[in-house]
């Protein structure tokens, strides 16, 4: 077969690399002005904190240096605690909020009682805050003296945040199945498939994906909620900065605590930013 000649190479037009020229120049501009404004925000921002009548007792208080270090080994140690929580209770709520999603989207006459059940602990849950959950787990299961309840403050502590968080996680995954459209269910059972199966293997990997997003930051919440853990004893890091408040009088430790929650939780809000970016880029927006 002989060569074919090769066709001319695509080159840009003056107007297209005019229009190139003048994007980069207006996303300069913009970078620009956007630091210098936030420079500036922030250099009146200190000039006025400083300057405030109160700041040297507040600097004493909250920004010591050596109670900082001082407090820093303790509350790093409970903060290995409160990861410990989370990893424990994250899995525990995603497979509690599956089976609830399920069990709201089963549209069966005869599982009617297991729906209103579901709708009824979705509605209870997302009603009472996660601090009175937690208080009524950790102190309500112990007082009743049953045979094989935990009382470990710990496994009470993570119960109630997975009874917490499974009602909200439900919800998401609830809207991600019914955001498919019904022809793919339709697709589904045309081939034989169950209505179990098709929302098994048709509806919940599509679900999945469109809910990573939205389970992400409801992690985030979750990762900084393990600390009202510390209301029912346990060691962890805001309990060790409240200790250390108690034995010193300097509130320091709590800004120690309020630093490792932020870098554990930033990275995982930047994370679900990108994968929800990636999702609209998918669909077009």
Sequence with gaps: MSDM???PAWVKSDRQRERERVR???ARRSASIATASTFVFAVLLVVVVTNAPGWPRVREAF?????FADALPA?????LLNIKIFLIAEPCILVVGLLVAFARSVKTPAFFPIRALATLYTDVFRGVPTLLVIFLIGFGLP??????????????GIIALTLSYGAYVAEVFRSGIDSIHPS?????RSLGLSHAKTLRHVVLPQATRRVVPPLLNDFVSLQKDTALVATLGPLEALRQAQIYTMETFNYTSYLAAALLFILLTIPMARLTDHLAERTRRRRGA
């Design 143 to 156: 007082a009743l003296n049953l045979q094989g309840v935990p009382t470990d403050l710990v496994t009470l």
């Design 184 to 188: 793919q269910v339709a697709a589904g």
């Design 5 to 7: 000649p090769a066709g």
């Design 63 to 67: 920004l010591s240096g050596e109670a």
């Design 75 to 79: 509350v790093a140690s409970g903060f």
């Design 24 to 26: 980069r120049s207006r």
